[in-house]
């Protein structure tokens, strides 16, 4: 495998027994590996999801109350919110790839760890998770703020989304097009 990964002729690759090798690695080691952590995103997606239905769809969080303006006596509405426990949820979610993530850069080391790209992405999405929770904890899930950072955390879940779609030989090439 050293002697084959050092070459730079490419043709090597097609040969069937050499095919086979990396399929019989990859379903030995690689796949269970990848697919705890395709797991648990997974895992994770569903708690975002049962938290947007249950806080945004359901509005189980806010209360609306009508009122007369006593300046000009006209019925208005009110939003009237509680404190938002739901959003410890999400932190929970994120525990895992938090530690995996971190795992991983002690193993490479802070710079050669950064120097990827999709380590960055990474980063980011758990930055990003974290200042959600918090921003939804401190503020309303209905402030500005708190709306843009799970717009950014939704879309980079999408993308890992397709990231881990790609450990599946059989949606690869649509992960690809995509």
Not at 81 to 96: F, K, Q, S, T
Request: proline share 2%; net charge negative.
């Amino acid at each position: 495998m050293r002697i084959i990964s050092q070459s730079d002729e490419l043709e090597i690759f097609n040969t069937l027994a050499l095919r086979d090798l990396i399929d019989f690695k990859w379903n030995q080691f690689g796949m269970r590996h990848h697919l705890v952590g395709c797991m648990m995103h997974m895992c994770q997606i569903g708690i975002l999801i049962f938290y947007v239905i249950f806080i945004y769809i359901n509005n189980r969080l806010c209360t609306s109350s009508e009122y007369t303006d006593s300046t000009t006596g006209e019925i208005k509405y009110r939003m009237d919110c509680e404190d938002n426990p739901y959003a410890i949820i999400l932190l929970g979610g994120i525990i895992y790839p938090l530690i995996y993530e971190l795992l991983v850069m002690i193993k490479k080391g802070f710079f050669n760890y950064i120097g990827d790209l999709s380590n960055i992405i990474d980063v980011l999405y758990i930055v990003g998770s974290i200042a959600m929770s918090i921003s939804h904890l401190l503020m309303t899930p209905f402030d500005i703020f708190s709306k843009i950072i799970m717009i950014f955390v939704i879309m980079l879940s999408i993308t890992r989304t397709f990231k881990f779609m790609r450990i599946f030989s059989d949606f690869s090439p649509i992960v690809t097009m995509l």
